[in-house]
């Protein structure tokens, strides 16, 4: 990246205090989004892809809490600001797209009055000025008839129609970045494509870059311009989005591509990765990916690797040891 | 909503039959009415004469709807005990129950509404845990008790507060009132205290069970994740999704305070239409029990249909008038 970053994380650390000991969730957490750039993170459940976004955002269930590492928002770090000072960044720097939208928005007032309020509490600006930008944010998101629309409760729009109205909260106060978690993973197929288009489309528009947190590839690969893939709360290779989908170099990576069925031919069986990703209080010592590895060998049991340069990407695996490199 | 509120009147109209029925009853199961009256000389024809002036030869559903006719103009007959008419006798003690009920409500909102806001919201704080504590004190110690407790407190011990009656009041038309004087004042304290401790309680905890209900859900977290100030999204977006229960209950509980003033008001010497009814009870004055079940019943009926428009004007999704789920 020759731009300075937007967001910068670096060796972020999220634990839970429970009664039998500390569970690490989010284990040395780094990477960097340019402005106006997509990174998609995916992973199987459970990865931390959702916990990074909420780490960003501070909105961490507790008992969660950032035990180390640093977040920094266009040079400057927000992981040690006040509640207060934090509540000013989210909405107005950083704003949120949640996965479901049949529950992310209050039942009990209007979508204008929503949207009017997010954008008065962070511009300057009168009712009559907020309620006019919040009909054009409704129509940008592609809702019909806004100016009669935007009187309407969150009940009277269809889950595709509400999940418009939440990216149009996100956006209204007009952040530079957006944590997207899996924006459209509660939507029918045939709507899930329309919204991510939208989003892209926005983004794009307003030059604001967004971290799409998400498990369907097809959704990365179409959208997205680097993907972080994330593993037992680790990220285990980062990288341009058509390097990683095509030619990833982590054998989870590897792993999770294959598993992707091909339509172009008709297989058996389709590829899957044997094992589960492990609990948050049984990872294993060296690689987490260890015990489903394939290429496994004696380091991997032992230490655990960082991300190393791997030709296109970076990957977490000792495969990519200069000085080892055994039988890549 | 006319078509609703025409509905829920007609709904409530064989529940007053029913208690109508139940009030007539009385007259002729608890003791003779014809014996009361004529005392312990009679002669045979100065009974048949008085049965038949009072209507007592004619059939059993002449003679209810007869009652009935006379119920809805407000007409009971004259008391046993006092020879007045029992609608003089009832108006006449209204006001101090009234007057009493509505600031024992208005205490069990205005502190248990809050108290329950902030017990759901810091429930670890001390002060959070010594609320509950004492809410449990309120719910199960019993009203006389804490009347009596009171009275030895505030009255015997300390001498602020009277421990008996109304104080002065002033007339005004047929309204009686003490919120005028200091006096008027001084004495609703006790009363209103004991009576509205258990609904206060029982509010506390159920705005606080809402409350830890609601925090948790989608909207809430994207309300906070849109960076709206902590006042808004704890008192606005929170609170309100609470109202719907808390109606509920409230208004239940305002019914029950004016039927069951009773206790308190005996303990007080309060001159309100429960010390009037406990005093009819000793005397077997029928037509006041009668016309105080009635009433009593009619105030039920009234605040359930005025919780159900409230409800309606709390929750948007209940307002069927506005048309089903416009568009897509």
Same mark, same amino acid.
């Given at each position: ?210 971290? =799409? ?49 091909? =339509? ?65 | ?82 020879? %007045? ?130 925090? %948790? ?112």
């Amino acid at each position: 990246m020759t731009a300075a970053p937007l967001l910068e994380v670096r060796n972020l650390r999220v634990e839970f205090p429970t009664r039998r000991g500390t569970l690490v969730a989010l284990h040395d957490v780094s990477f960097s989004i340019a402005p106006g750039e997509i990174l998609g993170v995916v992973g199987e459940s459970g990865a931390g892809k959702s916990m990074t976004g909420a780490a960003i955002i501070r909105l961490l269930e507790p008992p969660g809490r950032i035990a180390g590492g640093q977040i920094l928002l266009e040079g400057r770090r927000i992981d040690n600001l006040s509640q207060d000072e934090m509540r000013r960044i989210r909405g107005r720097r950083i704003g949120a797209i949640f996965q479901d939208p049949l529950t992310t928005l209050n039942p009990l007032y209007t979508v204008g009055r929503q949207l009017t309020e997010t954008m008065q509490t962070h511009l300057d600006l009168s009712n009559s000025e907020a309620r006019k930008r919040a009909i054009d944010w409704l129509e940008m998101v592609g809702i019909p008839a806004a100016a009669q629309r935007i009187d309407s409760y969150p009940h009277e729009f269809s889950g595709g129609m509400r999940q418009r109205v939440v990216i149009a909260l996100a956006l209204c106060a007009e952040p530079r970045l957006v944590v997207a978690d899996e924006p459209t993973t509660a939507l029918d197929v045939s709507i899930q494509a329309q919204v991510i288009a939208l989003l892209k489309r926005l983004a794009r528009e307003k030059n604001t870059s967004m971290m =799409l947190v998400t498990h369907d590839m097809g959704v990365i690969a179409e959208t997205a311009d680097r993907v972080a893939v994330m593993y037992a709360g680790r990220v285990v290779e980062i990288g341009p989005v058509r390097e990683v989908v095509k030619h990833p170099h982590h054998p989870y990576s590897i792993g999770l591509m294959n598993s992707i069925p091909p =339509l172009d031919h008709r297989v058996e069986r389709l590829a899957q990765i044997d094992g589960a990703m492990p609990r948050l209080n049984a990872v294993p010592p060296g690689c987490p990916y260890n015990p489903r590895c394939p290429k496994v060998f004696d380091r991997c049991i032992v230490e655990r690797p960082d991300l190393l340069d791997a030709g296109s990407t970076s990957a977490a695996c000792w495969l990519y040891d200069r000085a080892e490199a055994p039988h890549v | 909503m006319f078509a609703f509120i025409l509905s829920r009147l007609l709904q409530a109209l064989p529940v007053m039959l029913v208690v109508a029925l139940i009030a007539f009853a009385m007259f002729a199961y608890v003791g003779d009415p014809v014996s009361i009256m004529l005392g312990q000389d009679f002669t045979e024809a100065q009974r048949d004469a008085l049965v038949r002036d009072l209507g007592l030869d004619q059939p059993f559903f002449v003679q209810f709807a007869r009652f009935v006719g006379n119920a809805v103009q407000g007409e009971f007959g004259l008391s046993y005990r006092l020879s %007045r008419p029992v609608a003089e006798l009832i108006a006449e003690r209204a006001p101090a129950t009234l007057e009493l009920a509505s600031c024992a409500a208005a205490i069990a909102l205005f502190v248990g509404v809050p108290m329950g806001v902030f017990t759901g919201l810091y429930r670890r704080s001390w002060l959070s845990r010594f609320f509950l504590t004492f809410s449990l004190i309120g719910v199960s110690l019993p009203t006389f008790l804490i009347g009596i407790l009171l009275i030895l407190i505030f009255s015997v011990w300390l001498g602020w507060l009277p421990s008996f009656g109304r104080g002065e009041v002033v007339q005004i038309g047929a309204w009686s009132t003490g919120f005028l004087t200091g006096a008027g004042l001084k004495a609703l304290v006790l009363p209103s205290i004991t009576l509205g401790l258990f609904q206060l309680t029982l509010i506390m905890r159920l705005v606080r069970a809402e409350m830890l209900e609601v925090l %948790r859900t989608d909207y809430i977290k994207f309300a906070r994740a849109r960076g709206l100030a902590d006042r808004t999204v704890n008192f606005g977006h929170a609170l309100k999704n609470t109202l719907v229960p808390v109606i509920t209950i409230a208004g239940l509980q305002f019914g029950s305070i004016i039927a069951f003033a009773i206790v308190t008001e005996t303990v007080f010497q309060w001159p309100g239409m429960g010390l009037l009814f406990i005093q009819s009870v000793g005397a077997a004055d029928i037509p006041v029990m009668a016309a105080y079940l009635m009433l009593i019943a009619l105030v039920f009926v009234a605040i359930n249909l005025v919780v159900d428009l409230l409800y309606f004007a709390v929750d948007p999704r209940l307002r069927a008038d506005r048309g089903a789920v416009r568009g897509t």
